[in-house]
């Protein structure tokens, strides 16, 4: 089995680029007495207003890492991770061509967040995904290639109490956090040109949702997924 664990950052997509129709839709759904700053802030929750600045992803039987990352500078390398400047497009075409060597997908949220950001977008980049993942939402139902999404799983489907963050996991399970940033950097990050910030706290989470991924693993996989490691 060949198993891929990845997560995603984004970022609103600048207001000025959206419709003439979109904006008018958008300030229409704006909460009232909310600063539209703030408003625009959020979008970056959405792919059809939002877009992908970075992509990190590991490989846990080979351990090793690459971060596809917008912005300036060099592609670099350190001990577990090889980090790559790219464009949004790029980014989602270089997924796209590594993704058909995995028979497994971890997430945190992916099947609510980075599936449906990572489909959409390609779409608007006009780039054909080169796999189709299990659409089933319970692991038992599923066939290659598997999505495990944790966050799904670490709270039975959705059974526990909601707002359950990687970072609460985490603390719980005493996972040492990686990254002094937070998702909410992300966009402060980004407009003050510090990409590689971004790119670091976005490796910190995937190797984060790595040992997270043990833990479930050890404790909580379905016996029938084991048995076909």
Not at 7 to 34: F, H, M
Not at 50 to 59: K, N
Not at 105 to 113: A, E, K, L
Not at 169 to 178: S, T
Request: charged share 25%.
């Amino acid at each position: 089995m060949a198993t891929l664990i990845f997560s995603i950052e984004t970022v609103a997509s600048d207001w000025g680029l959206l419709s003439a129709n979109a904006q008018k839709l958008l300030k229409r759904k704006k909460p009232s007495g909310q600063k539209l700053e703030e408003y625009k802030a959020g979008l970056s929750l959405s792919p059809l207003t939002g877009q992908i600045v970075s992509l990190a992803m590991y490989d846990v039987e080979r351990n090793l890492g690459a971060v596809y990352c917008v912005g300036a500078g060099s592609d670099i390398k350190d001990e577990s991770f090889m980090y790559k400047v790219r464009s949004e497009r790029e980014i989602l075409e270089d997924f796209w061509e590594g993704a058909c060597r995995y028979d497994t997908f971890v997430t945190f949220n992916g099947r609510s967040f980075a599936w449906p950001f990572l489909n959409h977008r390609s779409a608007i980049n006009k780039i054909s995904p080169s796999i189709e993942i299990d659409k089933h939402r319970y692991l038992i139902n599923q066939g290659l290639p598997y999505q495990i999404d944790l966050l799904d799983e670490l709270t039975m489907y959705g059974a526990m109490r909601p707002n359950q963050s990687l970072q609460l996991f985490l603390a719980a399970y005493d996972i040492a956090y990686k990254s002094k940033y937070q998702s909410l950097d992300i966009a402060k990050l980004y407009k003050a040109g510090k990409f590689g910030g971004i790119a670091e706290k976005n490796s910190a989470d995937v190797l984060s949702i790595m040992e997270l991924y043990e833990v479930w693993q050890e404790y909580f996989a379905p016996r029938s997924f084991l048995n076909t490691r």
